[in-house]
């Protein structure tokens, strides 16, 4: 592994159902992103960790959970997923949150909600 | 409201022309400024950034300037080479150090 790793590629799934979407970053980097992707509208966060065992919330936190039980994985799950949450997912990590802040994206998890 | 705005959805230039791609941004308190470049089914690459104390930043082709009086950014990328086609988000940083995105605009270099 190289970077960042998101799974899967892409899903299609039923309104209401449970999804998780993982992430892995073998960099040992402290602090770690999700973005969402829509058109016109450009990347919002919305959760992050500053380092292992702590989350926040981002621009768009509602209907997603996250956690981060170690410094490689932080997986974000939709409890009942909707259509609105559509989306081409990001997940991003970077050494930490001061200083230079250069971000290094994963990429992808194309969602479709029906 | 957005506090960061690429108002261009897209631009078409020449190969060996010169691409100008615009940001706009509200928050004063913003202190640094990246560019990112997408291409198709890949993450964001971060391209250039810039300090809030600079007013330009260059790397090969790439020059960033801003303009904080106006609170505006641009990306110039000369000469432009077709392998440049891409989205390119600007994104700044802010209070507790995240970024905040812009809508990203298309750039198509012809042949």
Redesign the interface.
Known sequence: IAGITQAPTSQILAAGRRMTLRCTQDMRHNAMYWYRQDLGLGLRLIHYSNTAGTTGKGEVPDGYSVSRANTDDFPLTLASAVPSQTSVYFCASSEGRTGYNEQFFGPGTRLTVL | D?Q?K?NS?SLSVQEGRISILNCDYTNSMFD?F?W?KKYP??????LI?ISSIKDKNEDGRFTVFLNKSAKHLSLHIVPSQPGDSAVY?C?A?GA?????????TRLMVKP
Do not use: D, I, W
């Not at chain 2, 089914?41 to 971060?46: D, I, Q, R, S």
């Not at chain 2, 507790?96 to 990203?104: A, E, I, Q, V, W």
């Open positions: 957005q960061v690429q959805p640094y990246l990112y089914a890949e993450g964001p690459t971060f950034s988000f994104a940083r507790g150090n995240m970024l905040t995105f812009g809508g990203g």
